[in-house]
């Protein structure tokens, strides 16, 4: 008995390690190679750890290119795709959840096979109308696009949430003289946290690691240029400076580490325990 | 505290009526509980009252003042869900002072209703935890506590102890009625158990299929029942019923029960010929007297008392599907069963003697199933 737990406990462990090993290796990669000098990139065999760290390589790339602006752009599109996603879609939730019409089943389905469409099939349509619109070389595309792809994927994100919160909670608050709305946002929102700080995160990573939206509607405007296209904009013609690539994608990294460790407090599940029986 | 009126009020579902002509006068203080099987429109009734559900016609009114148009928070009542719903992000002491927080009260003022109500729920060493932290019975209990210290007018409960364990609600069933007696609040209690109903009101409200079958206090429901539905569902265990002819030979009214005469009242002389449905309670049958010979199926033995099954006999059962219980509550048409309190030892398979007392015997329509006095 013991010996087969001991076993059980070394096969997880083993198994835990293995995938952490493979999930952090590109990471590690990265940061070889950002620190790693120009000589040892390409040596055989590989250096799993650099001879002497280079990390001039970040000021270099802050100085010789406009990584700010680039941060800036990707910054103002992902914090204003959250802010919009979330807020239609903790609405338009919050209403497939609760209110019974006819057609809601089929229209919850219906918003999820938008989530279905590639990027790449819908780009063409997406750039007729915003240059219709005028709004090509201006980031309110990129956060459009972003947003309409986003937005049913995160509606049912916090519907399946909603759908967990019993209605009783609700209408306790309207007997104890909350208005509908208050309701929300006094009752049901706070208890939501976990599915908010779930959908905020998702809604964050996907526009940040845009490139497809940037690269088709701000190409052309180089001070609308977003990190990732940035990155993609180091790559020269004859030599790349991988450093310089490497550095940068772990600086566009961080603030995605960021947002995760500020969201996780937020991620446990089970806000609603206690509610009920 | 304050008088309750439904005046001719209706609800409907698309073409479904979950309640119809709903009438009733609850008196200022009185515990009225709301009774009967699954989908009878108890909690409906109870909802609309809440004003968390709106009426299709009709009119409410909680002390007087027409509420039928007014939100849940305007009607100055409050409620006990039956899963408590207590805000899971707040400690005790927020979730009792939240409903005087949004009616702008002080802070102070807040703090010493919550702790007064704590004090009287025992539920002061718990009042800085938050409800994942309590049992169940200290969550009915912050319940219980978000509605008194409100001071409302009426307070409403649907089904409060239906997630207790059996103990905890014979114990919490007295203290809610202790509470009710010590407030003097107007208050109304949902149930599907007949057993709470009969302990805890003052009146009852016995309701099917969104029909109110018989208002009245518990002796008044379970000593003369206005039809067949109440009287088997009052009681516990419930009504026998058989059914067999009235008759009347030289003054003596009676009817049969296996060959055997039934004496009747003489009141039922003028219905002579007609067959109609006849009901005893198992606690009314008399054992070891009289000329009604039966065989025992069973005997379940609960120490002081034992119940004693025996057949109905054959031709004078009553259908489930015409004795309109649902299914919860569905009986075996076939036996009757005696509640005995003797010293006798019975025996499966004894041969008794037993009696159905005049007195006793409720006889219904066989058609309208309507009580006939």
């Known amino acids: 008995m013991k010996l087969s737990k001991f076993f059980g406990r070394f096969s997880l462990y083993a198994t835990v390690i293995t995938l952490c090993a493979v999930l952090l290796f590109p990471v590690y990669w990265m940061i070889l190679t950002a620190l790693s000098p120009a000589s040892e990139l390409r040596a055989y065999p590989p250096n799993f750890l650099p001879s002497a760290p280079q990390w001039s390589v970040f000021t270099e790339l802050l100085a010789n290119h406009p990584f700010d602006v680039w941060f800036l752009n990707s910054l103002k599109i992902a914090v204003v795709v959250m802010i919009i996603s979330l807020t239609v879609s903790v609405l338009a939730a919050y209403a497939l959840s609760r209110f019974r019409m006819r057609g809601a089943q089929s229209m919850g389905l219906f918003i999820l096979t938008a989530k279905m469409l590639p990027g790449t099939l819908i780009i063409i349509p997406f750039f007729v109308i915003f240059r219709s619109a005028g709004l090509i070389g201006s980031l309110w595309s990129v956060i459009i696009a972003q947003a309409t792809m986003i937005i049913p994927f995160t509606t049912w994100m916090l519907k399946g949430y909603f759908d967990t919160i019993p209605n009783e909670l609700e209408q306790a608050a309207l007997v104890d003289g909350c208005s509908p709305i208050g309701s929300i946002f006094r009752i049901i929102l706070p208890i939501s946290a976990p599915g908010l700080a779930a959908t905020s995160l998702y809604s964050f990573v996907i526009s940040w690691s845009d490139f497809l939206f940037a690269r088709t509607f701000v190409v052309t405007s180089d001070s609308l240029w977003t990190l990732n296209l940035g990155i993609s904009s180091l790559k020269g013609e004859f030599v790349t400076d991988w450093n310089i690539v490497m550095a940068a994608s772990l600086m566009t990294s961080i603030p995605i580490i960021i947002v995760f460790l500020f969201l996780e407090r937020y991620m446990v599940g089970g806000l609603a325990a206690g509610s009920e029986k | ?373």
Do not use: W
Request: proline share 4%.
């Open chain 2, 1 to 373: 505290m304050a008088t309750i009126e439904f005046n001719q009020v209706g609800k409907s579902y698309g073409s479904v009526e979950a309640i119809k002509d709903f009438n009733l006068f609850i008196e200022d203080g009185e515990f009225c509980v709301f009774v009967g099987p699954s989908g009878c429109g108890k909690s409906t009734a109870l909802k609309m009252l809440a004003g968390l559900e709106e009426t299709t016609n009709g009119s409410i009114r909680i002390g007087g003042k027409d509420v039928t148009d007014l939100g849940p928070g305007k009607r100055d009542i409050a409620m006990v869900f039956q899963n408590y719903a207590l805000y899971p992000h707040y400690s005790v002491r927020k979730n009792m002072g939240f409903g005087l927080k949004m009616r702008g009260y002080p802070a102070a003022e807040i703090n010493e209703r919550v702790e007064e109500a704590a004090k009287i729920l025992e539920l002061t060493p718990y009042l800085d935890r938050r409800p994942r932290a309590l049992s169940g019975g200290q969550r009915q209990r912050v319940a219980l506590g978000r509605a008194i210290v409100r001071e409302p007018a009426a307070f409403l409960m649907d089904e409060p102890l239906s997630n207790l364990d059996a103990k905890l609600r014979v114990h919490t069933r007295s203290e809610i009625v202790k509470l009710q007696r010590r407030l003097g609040v107007t208050s109304v209690y949902v149930t599907h158990d007949q057993v709470e109903a009969l302990t805890m009101a003052d009146k009852i409200v016995v309701m099917k299929l969104g029909v109110i079958q018989q208002v009245g206090s518990a002796d008044e429901l379970f000593e003369n029942p206005c039809n067949l539905f109440v009287a088997g569902f009052i009681g516990s265990p419930g009504m026998n019923f058989f059914r067999g002819a009235i008759q009347n030979t030289d003054g003596r009214v009676f009817t049969t029960f296996g060959g055997a005469q039934v004496p009747l009242p003489d009141s039922l002389a003028a219905r002579a010929g007609k067959e109609a449905i006849f009901g005893i309670r198992p606690e009314h049958i008399v054992m070891g007297q009289g000329n009604l010979q039966t065989e025992l199926s069973l005997v379940e033995s609960l120490g002081t008392e034992k119940i004693l099954h025996f057949q109905v006999p054959a031709g004078q059962t009553i259908d489930n599907s015409e004795f309109e219980m649902d299914d919860e509550e569905d009986r075996d048409a076939e036996s009757m069963r005696a509640r005995i309190i003797d010293d006798h030892k019975y025996q499966n398979g004894e041969t008794v003697n037993m009696d159905f007392p005049k007195s006793k015997i409720h006889v219904f329509d066989i058609e309208t199933h309507a009580a006939i006095k």
